[in-house]
């Protein structure tokens, strides 16, 4: 279908790679389309969906979107209300997606809908969805703290008609492909934000090295060399865990557990290296002439995009068997 044939551990690769761009925005957009919105497609899409869809997007001739959170329900993805009934040979959606990235530019949306009565995990399908059909409203692009470069749309349907061809696998398993499309998603962030923390850090160091308070450099005294050694090993921590998690995945484990636990560290350390740094950088810190005040802001986003930390933790206890799995 276009691509290269590579395994997965070259995605993240990639994603490490893009994490050297100065800005959140541009890896999330490039991700979107390589670890977000195109997995479920690509395991379990039709050979006749993979060529309208995936082609032109592996090409980049298209921009692909993913539509699953919603007003009333973000990293809740069972509660979703959007619907999708069948109707002869199409599917009649109504309903409405929010922080959809890239919503606003998309020729196509991964959409995740209730298709059915049954229970919350066993009622929704996932559909490829054409942006340019009568009843698709992009209601405003929405104005952001951080990820300032990056499209994030809300759009309502209302009567939207899709062939049933368009739908991806078997109707009602659009949880479970989610599901797995989420630990692609999980460890693509992951991989992106390594890079940039190292970046800040290095910066930092050469920041205070030079600059001076009480005639000598603020990197000098012992609390800031330490804080900044402290900080480069969390990173590399993490980094050994997106690996081991990785190589489980390549071996067609469910990594479910690990890539969770992956981005929820990544959200905190993230945190936490933005903000120690910027306090070192002082005054122009607080600036947005550095890019350590732009990663505050849009590295604040991996604690909540993509499931919010306390739903990472409670993906944790499940699978440490401490919480019930109903």
Known sequence: YGGMGL???????????????????????????????????TRFGSDELKKQFLVPTIAGDFVACLGISEAGAGSDVANIKTTAVRKG????????????????????MCLLANTSEGPPHRNKSLLCLPMNL???????KIDKLGMRSSDTSQIFFEDVRVPSKNLIGEEGKGFTYQMLQFQEERL????????????????????????????????????????LAELATEVELLRSLLHRAVALYLEGNDVTKFASMAKLKTGRVAREVTDSC?????????????????????????????????TMLSIICKYMEILPSN
Request: hydrophobic residues 40%.
């Open 7 to 41: 395994d997965f551990s070259y995605n993240i690769a990639v994603a490490e790679e893009l994490g050297n761009i100065r800005c959140g925005g541009i890896p999330m957009a490039i991700g979107v389309q390589a670890g977000m919105a195109t997995p479920a497609l």
């Open 89 to 108: 040979d199409e599917y009649v959606i109504n309903g409405g997606k929010m922080w959809v990235t890239s919503g606003s530019q998309a020729d196509w």
């Open 134 to 140: 009568p009843g698709i409203h992009v209601a405003k």
């Open 188 to 227: 693509w962030a992951v991989a992106t934000v390594l890079t940039s923390l190292e970046t800040i850090i290095r910066e930092t160091i050469d920041y205070t090295r030079q600059r001076k308070v009480f005639d000598r450099s603020v990197l000098h005294n012992q609390t800031v060399h330490f804080r």
């Open 278 to 310: 910027l306090q070192f950088w002082g005054g122009m810190g607080f600036t947005s002439e550095v890019l350590v005040s732009r990663f505050y802001r849009d590295l604040r986003l991996m604690s909540i995009g993509g499931g919010t930390d306390e």
